[in-house]
């Protein structure tokens, strides 16, 4: 299995370009599932939760052309050769899940495997079931799989989420494209990737309006077409990044920013004492010397302070001036990398909840263990502020979000590498 192994204390220059966001592609792919034209969708990263499903659409009858290198992946769903998503493909990504409106919406019937826990929550998928229920959908769940079906088609319906999902959001407007009259969805997630696969429906030919906003209204239509469309860029790659600098000091550009839908992230840096530049596609990130100032985040819904983030700033936060207390409330269950930053020299104190952090001089390079995707990030912008070296074990966490990571840490001077057993 393979490890990262960061030797820190060096300052990072120069620049990194942004990938495609990894929450935008596996819905944009997904969405090849309502259409029997080709979907040729750019600047797709090349992770292992795209790639795995790639391969779960293929089972279900998807071409799929994607040679490695490139970064258009080219779907084609003309003729599905089945509607069952099996339990050894839809377990490896909770993603997968979201296979079922759309085949439902198509072909009238689907079966898809319960995707189950996760090491950040148990994160149910009753908001989803619900709202395909909502929209005429007989629905049993039997053996681990859920069984739907539609024989006379989805109609539109009114569905007004308890609480804010973003996977739940995203999964009902992809099934209201193909329903018969209008579906209305209140208290709607409004992440960014949320309106890119809004305008990519809408170039499909459906009809949705609102995306991006807590009120979403699609209008069904009877087709989609085929269409060519490009994947956004990853704001929470940009924000990684962008406190990776903070954190190991230095001066360094994002190129390809979405920078907008970072402003809480932005203004929190700033607060830090961090210096920020934006223009409308970059952000450039400078600390040369100053110290980090404590700052209190509580994450939100998107506009406020991203939790993908939250592990990663926390990182930061170990080496700021004073106490800042870090409030998860979104997921149950993430701070996992708390002791980790533990075994470096961070002062963390998890309360539920609520992480306190109180900043220490230093940190020390130690083995650490992943424990999920933005834990493992954390881990290695830790290992960029620590004396001495760093090794990030169960790295393939890293993989399923993280195009190239050492590869671009590299490019702007970080002493990063990639080793196997």
């Known amino acids: 299995m393979d490890r990262l192994i960061i030797r820190g204390g ?87 899940f979201n296979v079922l409106g759309p085949m439902l919406a198509r072909e009238g019937h689907a079966r898809v495997s319960l995707p189950g826990g996760c090491a950040i929550g148990a994160r149910p998928v009753d908001l989803h079931l619900k709202a395909l229920e909502a929209m005429g959908a007989d629905i049993v769940v039997e053996e681990g799989y859920v069984k739907e079906a539609a024989v006379r088609g989805l109609k539109g319906a009114e569905i007004v989420f308890p609480f804010v999902s973003v996977g739940a959001t995203e999964h009902a407007m992809l099934a209201a494209t193909l329903a018969k009259g209008t579906t209305v969805l209140e208290n709607a997630a409004r ?26 209204t699609i209008e069904g239509v009877e087709a989609l077409s085929g269409t060519e469309h490009a994947v956004m860029p990853d704001r929470i790659e940009a924000g990684t990044y962008a406190i990776a600098a903070a954190a190991a000091g230095g001066d360094v550009t994002l190129t390809g920013t979405p920078t907008d839908a970072l402003q809480a992230l932005i203004t929190t840096l700033r607060e830090a004492g961090i210096s920020v530049d934006t223009t409308t596609d970059s952000i450039r990130v400078r600390r040369n010397g100053h110290h980090i100032r404590a700052v209190s985040v509580d994450t939100q819904p998107h506009p406020g ?86 090794v990030v074990n169960r790295i393939y966490h890293l993989d399923r979000g993280f195009e190239r990571l050492e590869e671009k840490l590299g490019g702007v001077g970080a002493d990063v590498e990639r080793a196997g057993d």
């Open 305 to 390: 302070f991203p939790t993908d983030l939250q592990a990663q700033f926390m990182a930061l936060m170990a080496k700021a001036e004073g106490t800042s207390i870090i409030r998860e409330n979104i997921f149950e269950n993430r701070f996992m990398h708390a002791p980790e930053l533990s075994r470096l020299g961070a002062d963390v104190t998890v309360r539920g909840r609520e992480a306190v952090v109180k900043g220490v001089e230093r940190l020390k390079g130690a083995p650490v263990m992943a424990t999920d995707l933005r834990a493992s990030v954390s881990l290695v912008i830790a290992g960029l502020m620590a004396e001495g070296e760093t």
């Open 10 to 96: 060096k300052p990072l220059s120069g620049t990194i370009a942004i990938s495609g966001a990894k929450n935008s592609a596996l819905k944009l792919m997904v969405a090849s599932l309502l259409t029997a034209e080709p979907l040729p969708l750019a600047n797709m990263p090349n992770l292992a939760d795209t790639r795995f499903l790639a391969q779960l659409l293929a089972t279900l009858g998807v071409e799929v052309y994607w040679p490695k290198g490139e970064t258009t992946c080219r779907l084609n769903a003309e003729t599905l050769t089945s509607t069952i998503a099996p339990y050894d493909q839809v377990r490896k990504m909770r993603a997968s």
């Open 191 to 216: 992440e960014p990737e949320i309106a890119d696969l809004a305008d990519c429906l809408n170039k499909m030919g459906a009809r949705v309006s609102g995306g991006g906003s807590s009120r979403i």
